[in-house]
């Protein structure tokens, strides 16, 4: 039997990423760890608009 997965409930974990990453990259280049979270998030956003608009 085939089970159907709501994939809206796992788009937070889109965020969680960007925001990781951003965070961390930020970090790593200048030290502004505001600025990449905030990039993170956006980056995260658009992902998950990709890859979500590709499911349908």
């Not at 994939?7 to 200048?30: C, H, K, M, P």
């Amino acid at each position: 039997m085939e089970q159907e997965i709501d994939q809206q409930d796992y788009n937070w974990v889109y965020y969680v990423v960007g925001l990781s990453a951003g965070i961390l990259t930020g970090f790593a280049v200048e030290g502004h760890v505001i600025l990449g979270a905030v990039l993170g998030l956006l980056f995260g956003g658009l992902a998950k608009f990709v890859i979500n608009k590709s499911r349908d």
